[in-house]
């Protein structure tokens, strides 16, 4: 990264994940002025590896980003490092300031800051997490498979994520703490063998660097190698608060997201998000997907702006 930032581009990207990176490899590649300010707090920095991504399975989200960085450098794209604190302006003519008080001037801009999880405040969890402690079945799973899996019953997608980890393994059990199965679905825990303890959690318990189990309130402990919380995921978009673009609840439950039309396009003229911050569920590859199709609208808008330019001078 880089701490030069110019007065102006075709398009500031905030957020330098996959989302972020894809999108201006796209708009490098259609030879317009772009940069990425990144923070440098990627979600899945926890992680060993990055997977379900075809080809790259298993790659290191370090080197997945620097593979990328790369990339986007190559054709002419800018990587600065930087924390976008405010953004203000609109018809084409966004200011960003950081919270160093670098500014710079945008045409338009594409937001891929991504989410953070909010899990429960239990003893043990955040220590864990993206480790022994995850979330993702598709992610995470193939790397717990037969091993013995908790499902933290945290909200209303629990029991979902605890059918979908029985797939990988034999043994597990569900935990209800705040979120007991509805009879339907206490009736579908059990046609599959998945144990229901009852009560609350009150700690995991970490024993050489691992996760060994599972304390209730009431004393009980359950051995587990592995735990799954479903986490209330909020997209990262405090700084677009002073445009009016703010989190609204996402209709599936699972946290709050900044909502767009099928290109990315959001409810502010100029402005496009792609990836998590929309998309709470997506994996890698699909916000990296959503970045380059971002990236081909923007590019498209700025050139159907650009024609309608030059028609009007010709004339």
């Given at each position: ?71 986007v450098?190559?054709?002419?794209g ?15 003519e ?28 239990i ?6 997490w993206g ?71 009150a ?18 402990f ?34 709050e997201?900044i ?6 396009r ?32 923007i ?8 024609i ?6 010709r004339?």
């Open positions: 990264m880089t701490d030069q930032l110019k007065n102006s581009y075709d398009v500031v990207i905030v957020g330098g994940g996959a989302a972020g990176l894809n999108g201006a490899l796209m708009l490098g590649r259609s030879r317009r002025s772009v940069v990425v300010i990144d923070s440098g707090r990627p979600r899945n920095a926890p992680a060993e590896g990055v997977h379900g991504l075809l080809a790259l399975d298993g790659i290191a989200p370090s080197e997945l980003l620097e593979r990328g960085r790369a990339e450098r190559g054709y002419g800018e990587i600065v490092g930087g924390e976008v604190v405010a953004v203000r302006g609109g018809d084409g966004f200011t960003v300031a950081l919270t160093d008080g670098r500014v710079t001037r945008a045409r338009r801009m594409l937001i891929a800051t991504g989410l953070f999880d909010e899990i429960p405040d003893p043990g969890l955040r220590e864990r480790k022994d402690v995850i979330h993702c079945p598709y992610c995470h799973g193939w790397e717990v498979r037969d091993r013995a899996i908790g499902v933290l019953g945290s909200g209303p997608m629990s029991v979902h994520q605890a059918l979908l980890f029985r797939q990988l393994s034999p043994d597990v059990v569900y935990f209800t703490h705040v979120a007991p199965p509805t009879p339907e679905q206490a009736a579908q825990l059990a046609a599959r063998d998945i144990r229901v303890m009852p009560g609350e959690v700690s995991v318990r970490i024993v050489d660097d691992r996760l060994a189990g599972v304390r209730l309130t009431d004393g009980t359950v051995a587990r190698e592995a735990m799954a919380v479903a986490s209330r995921m909020v997209a990262r978009a405090d700084f677009l608060a002073s445009i009016g673009l703010k989190p609204v609840p996402h209709p599936s439950g699972m946290g997201h909502p767009t039309d099928p290109t990315g959001t409810e502010v003229p100029g402005i496009w998000v792609a990836g998590n911050v929309t998309d709470l569920s997506a994996q890698v590859g699909a916000a990296a997907a959503a970045g380059a199709a971002a990236g081909a609208q590019n498209f808008d700025l050139v159907t702006e650009e309608q330019q030059a028609v009007s001078a004339r």
